[in-house]
């Protein structure tokens, strides 16, 4: 790979709206005009191209124990193919009222999470010959635009957030929502305050909100390997970071809000942590977000003890009381600094890091029909 951005040939017939890649370096992408392509990641040549499904392709899922099997979301179906026999799918259902945008494994891949517009979440045990629907969530207000289990506890966690300014998380264990942050509650209106008020009558730090006008609908969250820190990209251009605390009594963590990342100039899309990239010996803790400005950041935990001009200290939006006791502040390894802000030719889809024959590389989908890649020099270096 160079260290610019590498364009890929054009298969697709229109936007590209997602994109994930095997541990065998085959890459899937899903298109707006219901077309799949399967490319080898390492020589960016089609292997080939998938047609006839119901509507435009909005999500697709590699798995990292069998690399062989990748998953469709088009209209309300979910579809199950495998590489070595892939004209048709092995498995297909409709688990959604509406369309679905984006598709989750759990790190044991014995469970599989699904959300759509119409505001449900899903959970579906993979174990199971008829793909049963275990949980099926309803409580977000409108469209869910993205879920994520929690790497250290993906049996038991999942979070899910959506244009309702909602970051909800659920616990497995019991089949019932754990808790729910009003991402509003996370701003001031006013840039001259300093500190607003909790639920509990508290003064807390908070940070003004620099796009007012415009709701923190969520587009993306992502969470660390250790599942320790949660990253949430906003509409209203604010990368929201958030505390995954353990709690002893509970099956999931407490969410606490810890901080805001700027430097998007629009809508925040995507966000990822680089966690794929330590199978090559490279640092797991890079965030990268992309967003409607055509811009992508990678981002690195601060290596001073000094809170970084990009990070500030933000309100608290979570309802459960508990999150309120302890003070919302971002450990030292939580303090991200700004590593480098790279334009891109187009609006960001989706994002995803992965090793291509031991290089960790990024693909980018965006409102063109070609995936571009990137090194990771031409993401970290200045």
């Not at 077309?35 to 990292?64: K, M, Y």
């Not at 981002?299 to 309100?315: A, G, T």
Request: aromatic share 6%; glycine share 6%; charged share 20%.
């Amino acid at each position: 790979m160079s260290n610019e951005a590498v364009i890929w040939p054009s298969f697709h017939l229109s936007s590209i709206l997602s994109c994930d890649c095997s541990n065998d370096g085959v890459l899937i992408s899903g298109a707006e005009s219901g077309d799949v392509c399967l490319w080898d990641a390492a020589n960016r040549s089609l292997i080939h191209q998938l047609n006839g499904f119901p509507d435009e392709v909005t999500a697709v899922c590699c798995s990292r124990k069998k690399s062989n099997h990748f998953w469709v979301a088009s209209d309300c179906m979910i579809l199950k193919f495998d590489l070595r026999s892939y004209s048709e799918p092995v498995f297909s259902s409709c688990y959604s009222e509406d369309d679905v945008n984006m598709i989750v494994l759990n790190e044991l891949e014995t469970l599989m999470g699904i959300c759509d517009d119409s505001g449900h979440v899903t959970v579906i045990d993979e174990t199971s010959s008829n793909k049963n629907v275990l949980y099926s969530f309803a409580e977000h207000d409108s469209c869910v635009s993205c879920i994520q289990f929690n790497p250290s506890n993906s049996s038991a966690e999942l979070f899910s957030a959506g244009t309702d300014a909602q970051l909800r998380n659920w616990d497995l264990s019991q089949g019932k929502a754990a808790s729910v942050v009003h991402l509003s509650n996370c701003f001031n209106d006013s840039s001259n305050e300093d500190t607003s008020v909790n639920e509990s009558g508290e003064a807390v730090p908070a940070v003004a909100n620099t796009n007012a006008l415009t709701p923190p609908m969520a587009h993306s969250i992502s969470l660390n390997n250790s599942g320790s820190l949660l990253a949430c990209g906003l509409e209203n251009s604010a990368l929201l970071l958030f505390d995954v605390a353990k709690n002893p009594n509970k099956s999931t963590g407490t969410l606490k809000t810890c901080g805001l990342l700027s430097g998007h100039t629009a809508g925040v899309s995507q966000v990822v942590f680089s966690s794929s990239w330590n199978k090559a010996g490279f640092s797991d803790e890079v965030l990268i977000s992309g967003g409607c400005d055509k811009r992508i950041i990678s981002w690195m935990p601060e290596k001073s003890d000094n809170v970084s001009s990009n990070n500030v200290n933000v309100q608290s939006g979570e309802e459960d009381d508990e999150a309120m006791e302890d003070e919302n502040e971002c450990s030292p390894q939580n303090n991200f600094d700004m590593i480098k802000s790279l334009p891109h030719h187009n609006k960001i889809n989706w994002l995803c890091p992965n090793v291509v024959k031991g290089v960790p590389v990024l693909f980018v989908a965006d409102l063109s029909s070609v995936i571009t890649s990137y090194s990771v020099h031409a993401l970290l270096s200045s």
